[in-house]
């Protein structure tokens, strides 16, 4: 069946480094739009960035941009966050999700993706 198994969280001091992965298996992985998405407790989740598999397309929210970046190994079937400069306020479980790339998915809450990862926690001190 479709999965996506993520990998890469941990416990890390401010202005640290750390990259996630999410390997897809079960489906046409050019045909989806991988989103990361995030959830600190007491918050609702947001969209952290997308892309599409297929153009490489991508998207950043206004809080991570210029220290986050998304990219896609289309020959692995993953998907890489590789976040860097990291602050408190990126404490969270991470979540990594698909949609087909035809649902002209947005990347601010992951509501319309079909498929998620286990999530992975992040948490940087201070």
């Known amino acids: 069946e479709a999965q996506l198994v993520q990998s890469g969280g941990g416990l890390v001091q401010a202005g640290g480094s750390l990259r996630l992965s999410c390997a897809a298996s079960?489906?046409?992985?050019?045909?989806?739009?991988i989103g990361w998405f995030r959830q600190a407790p007491g918050k609702e989740r947001e969209g952290v960035s997308c892309?599409?598999?297929?153009?490489?397309?991508?998207y950043y929210a206004d809080s991570v941009k210029g220290r986050f970046t998304i990219s896609s190994d289309n020959a692995k079937n993953t998907v890489y966050l590789q976040m860097n400069s990291l602050k408190p306020e990126d404490t969270a479980v991470y979540y990594c999700?698909?949609?087909?790339?035809?649902?002209?998915?947005?990347?601010?809450?992951?509501?319309?993706?079909?498929?998620w990862g286990q999530g992975t926690q992040v948490t940087v001190s201070s």
């Open positions: 999700a698909a949609v087909l790339i035809t649902v002209v998915a947005g990347c601010e809450n992951g509501w319309e993706y079909d498929y």
């Open positions: 079960g489906f046409t992985f050019d045909d989806y739009a």
């Open positions: 892309i599409s598999s297929s153009d490489g397309s991508t």
